[in-house]
């Protein structure tokens, strides 16, 4: 789990890198919703006492698009593909 919070620079997507440096957002597409990624000083502080993964990626992608993702009563496979995308969004912090 420590993992999913700290990804190395190596790992890092270009749009989540540039994303670092300029301190915005990285926004992605899954399962017909749009997710916003926040900068990683923007992120919730929360996050740190995050004790699963699901909790985690609920905490970083906010309330309001989390449930409308759970409406959509997604799979665990899905989930695990959201979940990629959202470490791959944040792994540009550094951290």
Known sequence: MLEFFMPTAKTAPKAAAEAEAT???????????????PPPLDLPLDLL????????VRLIVGDEVW????????????F????????????GSGN
Do not use: W
């Open 23 to 37: 301190e915005t957002p990285v926004t992605f597409e899954h399962a017909g919703l749009t997710f916003t990624v």
């Open 67 to 78: 449930t409308k993702y759970r409406a959509t009563r997604p799979t665990i496979r899905n």
């Open 49 to 56: 006492d995050a004790k699963s993964e699901m909790e985690a």
């Open 80 to 91: 695990q593909a959201l979940a990629e995308k959202v470490n791959e969004a944040a792994a």
